[in-house]
């Protein structure tokens, strides 16, 4: 079908792009299935709509305070040390021990970015029934004809830039290739079962959203992959004479592969990757 929405689905429609069933494709079944993963895998990672924002949340347990809280000499939780020696003319042998604290949650694989996390304590200005907004609203805003929506727009704005001041975000550590969000914290000042909220860019699964199958962008790449595995898996028959004098040509099946494959990386840089911010100094 024109439109596949399974895995052996976009199998099949590619190799009917390479000229299946007229044609016999040489690749294998288990080379197509790397082809197809390595597909998707840059489908996620350089296509903005292999992504999705999302709120997780998470709560905290006493396993991940006891990690936050370990420190290199004293405390409770756990550890991971470096020893490093290096020897020195006139020195010896000096020894230099580094302690790294486990102040990290575990993130679903899936999770590719992780932007901010929402703040764990309740601001005076803004939460809570003795709040300087639940006040304001109380005894300004009852008499609605009387406050000045100018006035409230820049007392609203001047009391966020004291919150700001006084509860910061917090710092946070994130790389997609270790699942682990490390957060720079006060541990020993959390409770548990308290939760935060993730503000991340998690990767679309295409088991679960089917259209990934038919993105045109997917099924131009994955045939262009085929095409240059196919290529390659020919070229070691290169100059063999087949029944009626034909040849295969290998290596122009890979070069016709990898001049398409180039025109898709540009073209995915242009219209579907998201633009690097410019930095300003």
Known sequence: MAK?????????????????????????????DDLVDDTIQYFQERNYEGVERMYLKY??????????????????????????STNISGLGTVTSNFYETSNFIQVPDSVIGVEKIFKFDTSSI????????????????????????????MTKRYLEDIDFLLTTDKQ????????????????ASQ?????????????????????????????????ALIKRQWGQNLI?????????????????????????MEIIRERIVREYEMPPLDFIG
């Open 59 to 84: 709560k905290i347990t006493q396993d991940d305070i006891d990690r936050g809280k370990a420190s290199g000499t004293s405390g409770v939780g756990i550890v991971t040390t470096t020893g490093t």
């Open 172 to 187: 946070i550590r994130f790389n997609k290739r270790q699942d682990r969000l490390y957060l720079d914290i006060d541990w």
């Open 4 to 32: 596949p929405s399974t895995r052996q689905g976009l199998i099949d429609y590619c190799f009917r792009k390479l000229g299946a069933p007229v044609l016999e494709v040489n690749v294998d079944d288990d080379q197509v």
């Open 236 to 260: 070691k028959f290169q100059g063999v004479k087949l029944p009626g004098g034909l040849e295969l040509n290998g290596r122009q099946i890979y070069d016709d592969a990898e001049r398409e």
């Open 191 to 223: 409770e548990v079962d308290t939760f935060i909220v993730l503000d991340c860019y998690r990767a679309l699964d295409p088991d679960s959203f089917t259209q990934i199958y038919n993105d045109p962008f997917v099924k131009l790449y994955l045939t």
């Open 126 to 153: 803004s939460g809570g029934m003795f709040s300087i907004k639940y006040q304001l609203f109380l005894n300004d805003l009852y008499y609605f004809n009387s406050v000045n929506l100018l006035q409230y727009s």
